[in-house]
């Protein structure tokens, strides 16, 4: 019995469907656990990474340019940019980046699962690290 577990994966056999309704990933059988971890998990980890830096990216711009603006004019509480135009902002102009990340693949489904190493690379943490991070900051 598992007693821990970040995510459950559940398999349907003979003895039904249980396990497969209480997770949160349902197989139909074993064989496809090595595509559902070194594809899907890799692409899973490689764009949420990504998509965390770029909106925080997102927010520093706006963040930035208000107290910049709020500094040269001796610290009013005026907003430089209104609701309707904020709002734009954060759907309408950064979704086009958002659709690109997220749909973004950098191998094909049977490089991954010939080549399981490149999963490897992500153990490090590199693409989420506090460098990146730091690189994701100093672009804004």
Known sequence: MILESN???GIVGKEGKQASLAA???INQFSYLKRLLLWHGRQSYKRSALLSQFVIHRGLIISVIQAVFSI???FVSIPIYNGYLMLGYATVYTSLPVFSIVL???TGVQQA?????LYKTLQKGRSLSFKTFLIWV???
């Open 113 to 117: 699962l010939d080549y399981p190493p």
């Open 7 to 9: 995510v459950g994966i």
């Open 72 to 74: 040269i004019f001796y």
């Open 24 to 26: 949160d990933f349902s």
């Open 138 to 140: 100093w672009q804004s």
């Open 104 to 106: 973004d693949e950098d």
